[in-house]
């Protein structure tokens, strides 16, 4: 009877308060059974990035990629915060510096129709007593996103069904590393037995004792860093006869490591530092920031949407913007400290009809949403705020008007706001009856950012 030991992380998200006791953990548990002469394994099931932390911001995710080649992890797969966090250049030389294989299944170039130069489809390990384990990987197929990026993003189902094909006969045991949420990883243990376990991702769902489904073993250990996952096989005559799935919590079962609150302190201080080495323009007067009141630094805004989007409208609200950006020097981290949400601009079509129904919408809902609190959904401030608008008017009278004129039904009218209007629940027309595109690939700071080095070079 052969044993494995597996351990596993997911959606950490530049979440780093534990990073330090974690990479520690995982290099002695490795050392540990390496020593015993036991079988270990280590991965990641990604979106490890999230340029919500400066640090990741700062390096475009490499500096959170030279952490985790710390753990001493096997092989990481990539989450959509890598994927569609990152422009294709930056997703290209992301892991140039990585200690480990990425592995990745159902991702191509669009260019070449090639799996790209940084990643493998598939990792075969073959144990000490000859079993072959098959380890290959898929990512969350969001094809709105990846598409204007310059990637082709696979249905998972395709992707499976042609390396099980592809294999078969070759592979003795397979290991999927989802990277594409809980029912998805139903879904697919229902339809495809011949999956020893699948460790999961992206809906950060945590299952202490894992889950069976159909022969599959469905393992996740949740988020930001508060648990790693822990997967016990047993292997007889090459097959797996039995698996087992625990999880680790890491404030209560790991002690910190000496000088850790230092050491997480400076990963957010290196970022920092980098982002204010970072100057981008000089701006003659402070811009304010108020979830209250439509700020001259929301105005920017909204003229910069209409800018990159090439409207001649855009809707926007006061809670995404939370710091003023003080008069003089403008750096990077001026605009991360203010707009650190990962969030894109939507540019979308409706008619005069349309448009009346959502504007009719937001000023109904106006009094409810502006002081109404945030949450889920990645991060999008904290309070919702004042709904501000450019090229749009509500007269006295309740007439809608766009730039100054009365609307007509049957016309189109082009709007930019933010990707998070797809979202939320307020603003259904948005998503049911617009002709919409979210553009890429730059964040909504990126896109304010650009358009302040345009109107405010530095002196």
């Not at 982002?275 to 929301?298: G, M, R, S, Y």
């Amino acid at each position: 009877m052969e044993k494995i030991s597996i351990y596993h992380t997911n959606d950490i998200h530049s979440h780093l308060m534990n990073w330090p006791r974690t990479a520690k953990f995982l290099r002695d548990v490795r050392s540990f059974h390496e020593n015993q002469k036991e079988e270990v394994l280590i991965f990641d099931i990604g979106d490890a990035c999230d340029r919500v932390h400066p640090l990741t911001e700062a390096t475009n995710g490499q500096a959170i990629i030279r952490l985790l080649n710390d753990a001493h992890y096997d092989a990481v797969t990539i989450g959509n915060n890598e994927g569609i966090g990152s422009t294709k250049y930056q997703l290209n030389q992301l892991y140039n510096d990585a200690d480990f294989k990425i592995i990745l299944s159902n991702l191509t170039d669009k260019d070449t129709n090639a799996l790209p130069n940084w990643a493998v489809p598939i990792k075969i390990y073959k144990t000490s007593s000859g079993s072959k384990l098959g380890i290959f990987a898929c990512t969350i197929p969001l094809t709105v996103s990846y598409d204007p990026l310059g990637w082709n993003v696979e249905d998972p189902f395709k992707t499976i069904e042609r390396i099980l094909e592809q294999y078969q006969g070759i592979v003795d045991n397979w290991i999927l590393l989802s990277h594409l949420g809980i029912d998805y990883d139903r879904k697919i243990a229902e339809k495809f037995p011949e999956l020893n376990v699948i460790i999961g991702a992206h809906t950060h769902h945590l299952l202490p004792e894992g889950e069976y489904v159909n022969s599959s073993l469905l393992a996740g250990a949740g988020k930001f860093g508060e648990y790693i996952g822990q997967i016990n096989i047993e292997i007889e005559n090459q097959k797996i006869v039995k698996a087992s799935a625990e999880v680790i919590d890491i404030e209560k079962a790991i002690k910190p490591v000496k000088d850790e609150n230092t050491l997480v302190h400076q990963y957010t201080q290196l970022g920092h530092e980098l982002l204010q080495e970072q100057k981008i323009a000089d701006i003659p007067d402070t811009f304010e920031a108020d979830w209250k009141q439509c700020t001259n630094f929301v105005n920017i805004g909204l003229d910069a949407l209409c800018n990159y989007a090439e409207t001649d409208a855009a809707i926007l609200n006061s809670g995404l913007f939370l710091q003023p950006i003080i008069e003089g020097s403008v750096t990077n981290d001026d605009l991360h400290r203010a707009l650190p949400h990962p969030m894109r601009v939507l540019k979308y079509t409706v008619t005069g009809k349309q448009l009346k129904e959502l504007i009719y919408s937001m000023e109904t809902q106006r009094a409810r949403l502006e002081p109404l609190p945030i949450k889920g959904l990645g991060f999008r401030g904290k309070i919702f705020g004042k709904i501000c608008y450019k090229g749009i008017q509500v007269t006295e009278n309740q007439e809608i008007q766009f730039n100054g004129k009365s609307i007509r039904e049957e016309a189109d009218y082009t709007i930019a706001s933010v990707d998070h209007y797809l979202f939320v629940p307020f603003f259904p027309i948005i998503g049911e009856k617009s002709d919409y595109q979210v553009l890429f690939p730059h964040f909504l700071r990126v896109v304010i950012g650009n358009y302040l080095q345009k109107q405010y070079p530095i002196k």
